[in-house]
């Protein structure tokens, strides 16, 4: 498949633009709608693939390739989910729902790695902590992942936490600068650049899924072809 720039399937600019390209192009709405409706016949496409395990997995069955496919099933959803909401422009929720796709794509990418340590930890319902993905790459040389990790992790805890900095998104501003609250009138309140940069995180999310789809193993090579990152996004 040829790369993104020759692409006749994702058209998007949304897929290689810059965040900071992004936020100075807010109004750029009819980008913004390609973008969102490529990328659901994209996770609708992933989504058949995962849909291939209905039924074939027992209840006691406690294998790894069950493990991540619950975990990345659920991660999907959860993307998906922020695209309904994003077109609804309930960023506030979709926010608070970026951190738990990344924990829950690493904590699989961990367990796949280090299934003697961690795998039936995981199946007697203890938590594992995202800084143990963290440890992982420290302690397998992967210093600059690592750090990469912690900064973005850090990043998407912000909507987690209410930060002041996400928290601001949710208000516009009136006379004299003053504070209003977007949902005071949301359809006509909710700033532009709010969405753009929503969707943009949705774009860094879905490659990254893509990467620990590709990662996973749970699918033949032949069917993960127009899903290869190397051939889509680069």
């Not at 965040?19 to 192009?25: E, G, I, R």
């Not at 949710?170 to 709010?194: A, E, F, N, W």
Request: charge should be positive; hydrophobic fraction near 35%; proline fraction near 2%.
């Amino acid at each position: 498949m040829k790369k993104l720039k020759q692409s006749k399937t994702l058209k998007s600019r949304f897929w290689h633009q810059a965040l900071d390209d992004v936020v100075k192009n807010p109004y750029d709405y009819e980008n913004q709608i390609l973008f969102i409706k490529e990328s659901k016949s994209l996770l609708n496409r992933i989504y058949k693939l995962y849909d291939s395990y209905q039924l074939k997995f027992y209840l006691d069955n406690k294998s790894l390739e069950k493990c991540v496919w619950m975990l990345q099933i659920d991660a999907l959803d959860t993307l998906r989910d922020c695209l309904y909401l994003v077109e609804k422009k309930k960023h506030r929720l979709i926010g608070k729902m970026f951190r738990d796709v990344v924990e829950t794509l690493d904590v699989a990418h961990l367990i796949k790695e280090k299934q003697d340590k961690y795998l039936v930890k995981w199946y007697d319902n203890e938590i594992i902590p995202h800084r143990e993905y963290r440890k992982y790459l420290e302690k397998n040389g992967k210093i600059k992942e690592k750090e990469a990790s912690k900064r973005f992790y850090k990043n998407l805890s912000g909507w987690t936490h209410h930060t002041y900095l996400t928290l601001k998104n949710s208000y516009s501003l009136g006379r004299d600068d003053m504070l209003v609250y977007d949902s005071h009138c949301p359809k006509i309140l909710v700033l532009p650049q709010t969405i753009s940069q929503y969707l943009w995180m949705l774009n860094i999310l879905i490659k990254k899924f893509i990467d620990e789809m590709i990662y996973s193993g749970l699918f033949d090579i032949s069917k993960l072809e127009s899903f290869e990152k190397s051939k889509l996004f680069n």
